[in-house]
């Protein structure tokens, strides 16, 4: 079965922390570049960090020194440690595999109150 399951969001004030962590099935992770993509309401889907399966990581200009993309192979997951927080970081977060055409999970709400 394929299948992405994000977890760890929530509603944090401005300039907090969270921990946003994806499971993956082994078919969809294993030598598979990861990422986290997130969209905000009336927003287009936007990609936030990417990790390939060595370990080298990408990140959006907005997130950057702020988020930190990382995974642990053994487990199949994938990590994003989001400080600093701030409202215009308020979105549906989604994990991502880069398998083929992609497959994205249901996603995690993160709220950052003003």
């Known amino acids: 079965q394929v299948q992405l399951v994000e977890s760890g969001g929530g509603l944090v004030p401005s300039g907090g922390s969270l921990r946003l962590t994806c499971v993956a099935s082994g078919s969809i992770f294993s030598g598979y570049n990861m990422g986290w993509d997130r969209q905000a309401p009336g927003m287009q889907r936007e990609s936030v960090a990417s990790i390939t399966s060595g370990g080298v990581t990408r990140y959006a200009d907005s997130v950057k020194g702020r988020f930190t993309i990382s995974r642990d192979n053994a487990k199949n997951t994938v990590y994003l440690q989001m400080n600093g927080l701030n409202p215009e970081d308020t979105a549906r977060y989604y994990c991502?595999?880069?398998?083929?055409?992609?497959?994205w999970g249901q996603g995690t709400q993160v709220d950052v109150a003003s």
């Open positions: 991502r595999s880069d398998r083929g055409l992609g497959f």
